[in-house]
């Protein structure tokens, strides 16, 4: 099992969501979060006073999947969030050994579905 | 019934003057001093509108935008005050041309310090500005979220300086439709019909914010965009009832007036029962009673009565609140499910719509007893007597209202989006008018999902 | 003391009506008029508390059931305006019967606009009205965020519409207590305590809210359930602050009452004695200047002063909030860790157990001059040689109006209880009220811990 | 102004005593009960400054330190209240000594209820109060965020007992600065220089708050610390701008007083000016328009108007708001980013430098019409014929009561910085005032980012 | 060592967070978080309009372990975050390579309690 | 590839980032949390009862880095977030083995910076 983290502009989140459920992923995470990357962020001004914001706002997806679906998943991320403009994102895929389903008591594959 | 008050005002004030000047104390002199203080204490609550509105306004839509559309309904007072101080005091109110507008008294240049008339003329002013300033800013929250702020300033100022004033005059200033013997006594298509529909054609000209109506399979399925704040919302619904007390007891322009107290009774059950009705109204439809459509509903009892007020009694004030509770449930959905206009604060349905119920009601329920009592006449409605005529004035004045204001809005409109442009673009509107129109944030180190 | 006050109003109205009526301008008509500004003015400030309750409420409790209590206060005002007008009014000043209740006057049927008298009733009732409300909205704190929207909006109709009527009917409105001689002069008992013994029999009903008190070893622990927005609880205390110049200088009900002033001088002085010393207070018992208990310091002055805001001196006043700030510390300490009482606003400290003690007040600090000045009678107190027949007259409504209040609520709820049901289930005071019994939530978009 | 009119007052209502008490009604009567009312409204909204004030510091300043700022605005009017009426009402209208304080009148000690001139004072007390207490809330803005508790709530207290007073004797209550004949008709000077400029040494002797200003590579970089909520910072602006109609058309203390149309006027037109000013000029500047700029812009307005209020004509009035407007942005810049002191809400350059610049413009704008309509005397500024006597005046009173409450500051911080300590420390800064000072939290629940 | 992640239900964690100290598990990191899983959401209307809320409110726990306290740990989250019904949430288990305490530099199994 | 999470004082961001901005370390992920570890919490008081704050404000890093750059961080972080007082926070490490930027589709180390 693989544990998927991607990092997507806020707005993005719905067609990421939709793209997700065709490929039949329904189990997903969400959190908010501030990304500083390659989108070098924007000057906003309070009363006259730069503020160089250079954390934007991200959200962050952990998606627990099967081997076999690493690659749909993934897949249906970047055709949810890609505009092709700096600051899509990035995803990171890391291994996962062990999932367990609480209320079931559950373990590993059949657990993350 | 304004002008004739007006004119009635200065008739008698000249007469105390001279008293007045002299020191002396008298009883009618008093009796100016108790006018003019009701009118302005009136005043400051409607003022005091201005906040309601921006709670309203800002609760109802989304974090991303609430410093535009704090800064809109700052702004448009502001701009709206030296419109009106500048111009639209002496279209409204100034010497009658054809019955279709005023001609004089621009700057106030009325206002002479040395004379009763002058005096009134100054507290008069700020009685009227408020008003003005009010029909601005309904317009605000019909168009709210897309609007380009260089955008909204300019419509605000035109609104207050022209738009309104023309049907003011009509209606208060000597026009053609008060000498028809429309009775809107404290504007409900003065005030609340000209805001409602310039936000109906602002609405339609902006089209949707992005993601309120999503086409699927040939579909087009609405979605709800929900406000962020609805205890400042909430809050400023309350705002918006305390000041209407100033808005419709204070629009007797007299203290000494008998009526005020019948005045602020009709308005406030006319307000309860809209809120009522509309809760249960939401209930039904729902399956829940709905918060933002009972703070509308009270909102749309509270501008149905605006025109009858004076003239209806306190149990007819009732029947017209909780008529008015579930229209603007209907009105609302109607807009939104029917002809997919996306009205953010439902401003269209609370201030046009019911704005326009209220002034035909007065058709219906104008009672000669309460309209005597308050100086404004013999009139009774169909209800009572008076057969068909006053509703026929007042479906006048409701057409007429609404024939000027989306004529002169669709031009003004058409004329801003081809000049500096009505609409942000796309992205400005994913991120957030307060960033890209001002940039700042409203709430600062919030964790906020700005995912919609 | 307001029945008198009506009386000779309406006497001295009939007096003066023929010129009213003639377009005259006489110094009695003006004074009609002041009083009548006056009265209505403080009417709207009285309204406006709804808003400060709405605020403070909210605030003091959490964010999930933030849209609730906002629904809650918006409703009692709207059905208690409705049921205060079908029926509340009639048994609160309609024609004696034993002293014990009114009898006339439903649907406000003496509001006749033609006569003085009439009038009067109109302007009058605006001003009783907005009382009735702020009693049944006193009782949603205490009850605050478990209590069924359904059981909450027919329980708050009951007690605008019989409960409370029936105390201000034995104090104002010519019944036995108001007979003995009992001063209560702008309502620390009859509106306050009313309210806040109310919240107390539903605090008692409902149980106290999941999570409050954790049975852990057969010890009972307390545990802290903090509110969600301390701003807008600020804002409350200070919208009700503002607003209660309105009710006690408004409750001479005439403008031209010389002790306008004073009363104005003895709320706030109460009103600011009572949050310095609940500050003080609450820094030396928890180590720190509590803000929650500084702000119902403040309102806990409010309550107090209320009864006796007309006939005593500022200096008493001040006294007066001294003891009330301390007191309603012990109070809230008291409800919660002694009787295990959950009663998340400190309503029932502040509204009950403050409105009992300002009541008893009077007995003590009555003072002649200042009662009389203000036309309730010579009356002294007992530091004021006066005796004890005062306190005990006091001490006698204070007792009454607790045992009518707790038995007519016990019956009340315990109706409701048996049919609609009074509380919310498990989870759904889990989850929230919001979401559960409006289907939305207070702050879409914002990150809220809700593991509460 | 405000000395001739009390003592024409009382002078006026010794004449009608006789009539009053033996309950007749007459004109005399009346004009006492209008002026009466008409203080009481306007004291009352000014009360409500408080909450505008407390919603405009806490919206301004962040999360962290919100129950902290509530808390000081909250316990400055109570314990302003408190100080006023044992010490500060006496220093400043007391038995005149010298010109320079006032010495009796202690504990309201002259305010008898049976004597006309005991009611009067009783209520000009009340409305002086609220002054007494604005001028205390101002500094709290300036020393936002990292003050200590016990610190503030000693200087409040002595600047409404003494420092306030003094200033106020000067020029309302018999003293040299009004002898000489200044014109402050509502306080520009008196209430909101006085604030002003304690906050300003407040701001300096605190220092910045931390990360405000930092030194990198021998410059000193300026950064911005946002506000966490303009929303109710925008709200507390409405309250204010409501609020400050009492201010000013209640200054006359009289609502028979022909101009307080005039006043409500040129109030409004200026805060309008200045809002839109302060837009246009931030625009410019910072290539977008912005938001809190614009607010303090209206406050500007407000406050440079203050001074001229009932002197001015209306057009003047837009002007000095114009001007004030782009002066506050100035203003606001130059001492952050010339002078490095660190002002959060920008009261230094609102009611410091606004309030001087609205003093000073009375010598030039003054009109004799319109001064003397409010009974303020013949006086003309230099635009209107008046030479250059009035603006010496003026500005003698703005220098006065600049050095008067520079060294009393200076005294009064320096042993408070002795004796309990001036400023939290750092990890207290660094964590919040709330939950060091409080033990709190302002949003319970919410999600914030602290990392400022 | 290793990484649980669990996703619980908000009005758990109390429960949660004493089991843990039953078991002397005494440090975690929690953050809030939305999620999307078998439990199916429910619906809001605002204004009239439905809102379907698939995003539910959860709570994201991140418990760093030495390798003999995983099972406990697990066991622990489970006891307290069951309720047997849907949306009882999930634990995941990652493998930790390093860890470092900041105050001290210490690093590896001794850092992490 | 590396996947570093660290858990630091709120107030320390800032000059975190200083030192991984001094590090060429430019890509973070941050969000909010709250902790619970040795340092032991605090009491505030809300109406005369006691609260026991034991979830203290703590910020959450996330940062994926190449294998050179894995030190060069966490001295970073350390340098930035250590004041010696409990409280510090942790970092934690877990291996990384597939990154993707969304934007290009680019996967692996280069995708990383
Ligand atoms: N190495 C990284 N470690 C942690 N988070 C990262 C890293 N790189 C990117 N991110 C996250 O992804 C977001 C988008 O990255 P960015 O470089 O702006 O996108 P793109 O690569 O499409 O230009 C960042 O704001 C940040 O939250
Ligand atoms: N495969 C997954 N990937 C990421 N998060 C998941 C996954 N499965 C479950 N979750 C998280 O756990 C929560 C509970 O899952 P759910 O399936 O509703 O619980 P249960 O399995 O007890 O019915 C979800 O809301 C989601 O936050
Ligand atoms: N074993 C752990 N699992 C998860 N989070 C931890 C763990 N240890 C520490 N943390 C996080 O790091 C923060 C700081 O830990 P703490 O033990 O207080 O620091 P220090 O070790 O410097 O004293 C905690 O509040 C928590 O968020």
């Known amino acids: 099992m693989k544990l998927i983290i991607a990092y997507i502009q806020p707005h993005r989140l719905n067609d990421v969501k939709q793209e997700l459920y065709k490929e039949e992923v329904f189990k997903i995470s969400v959190t908010n979060a501030l990304g500083c990357g390659q989108q070098r962020g924007y000057h906003e001004s309070y009363r006259g006073v730069d503020i160089e914001v250079n954390l934007l706002k991200k959200v962050r997806l952990e998606i627990a999947v099967n081997e076999d679906f690493v690659e749909r998943t993934v897949e249906a991320i970047i055709r949810g969030a890609r505009s092709g403009k700096i600051g899509d994102g990035k995803i990171f895929v890391i291994d996962l050994p062990e999932c367990i389903r609480i209320r079931s008591g559950e373990r590993g594959g059949v657990a993350i579905g | ?452």
Chains 1, 5, 6 share one sequence.
């Open chain 2, 1 to 452: 019934m304004k002008t004739l008050k007006v004119i009635g005002m200065v008739f008698f004030a000249l007469l105390v003057a001279a008293g007045a000047f002299a020191n002396e104390i008298n009883a009618a002199q008093n009796a100016v001093s108790i006018d003019t203080v009701w009118m302005l204490i009136a005043a400051f609550l409607v003022f005091f509108m201005q906040a309601g509105f921006a709670m309203v306004e800002a609760g109802f839509t989304r974090a991303k935008n609430a410093s535009n559309i704090l800064m809109k309904n700052l702004m448009d007072f502001a701009m709206g005050s030296l419109a009106y101080w500048a111009v639209g005091f002496a279209l409204m109110f100034g010497k009658d041309l054809w019955g279709f507008i005023g001609t004089s008294g621009f700057f106030l240049s009325g206002g002479d310090p040395f004379t009763a008339e002058g005096l009134w003329q100054l507290a008069f002013w700020m009685f009227q500005v408020v008003f003005a300033a009010t029909a601005a800013t309904i317009v605000s929250g019909a168009m709210a979220e897309r609007t380009k702020f260089i955008a909204y300033l300019l419509y605000s100022a035109v609104i207050s300086a022209v738009i309104y004033p023309v049907v003011g005059h009509w209606i208060w200033g000597g026009g053609w439709l008060g000498n028809l013997g429309m009775v809107d006594f404290a504007g409900s298509t003065v005030v609340h019909s000209v805001g409602g529909w310039a936000g109906l054609v602002g609405a339609i000209m902006l089209g949707p914010r992005m993601g309120k109506y999503v086409e699927a399979g040939g579909m087009r399925k609405v979605r709800a965009i929900p406000g962020h704040n609805l205890p400042i919302a909430a809050l400023g619904v309350f705002i918006l009832w305390f000041a209407w007390f100033g808005f419709n007891a204070g629009s007797t322009t007299s203290g000494t007036n008998p009526s005020i107290g019948t005045i602020a009774v009709t308005t406030n059950l006319s307000a309860a029962a809209g809120a009522f009705t509309s809760m249960i109204y939401s209930w039904i439809r729902f399956k829940k009673p709905d918060p933002s459509m009972s703070l509308n509903g009270a909102l749309a009892g509270l501008v149905a009565i605006t025109a009858g007020c004076a003239a209806v009694s306190p149990t007819s004030a009732v029947i017209i609140g909780l008529v008015s509770g579930v229209l603007v449930v209907l009105a609302v959905q109607f807009f939104d499910k029917v002809l997919y206009i996306d009205d953010p604060v439902g401003a269209v349905s609370v201030h046009g719509v019911c704005g326009a119920f209220g002034t035909l009601m007065v058709g219906l329920f104008a009672q000669a007893e309460y309209a005597e009592s308050a100086g404004i006449g013999t009139i009774n409605g169909l209800f009572y007597g008076g057969g068909w005529s006053l509703l026929g004035v007042q479906a006048t004045g409701v057409g007429a209202t609404f024939v000027w204001v989306s004529i002169a809005c669709l031009g003004l409109f058409s004329l801003i989006r081809k000049t500096v442009g009505l609409r942000v673009d796309k992205d400005e509107e994913l991120r957030g008018l307060d960033i890209e129109e001002h940039g700042v944030e409203a709430y600062n180190g919030f964790q906020i999902f700005t995912t919609q």
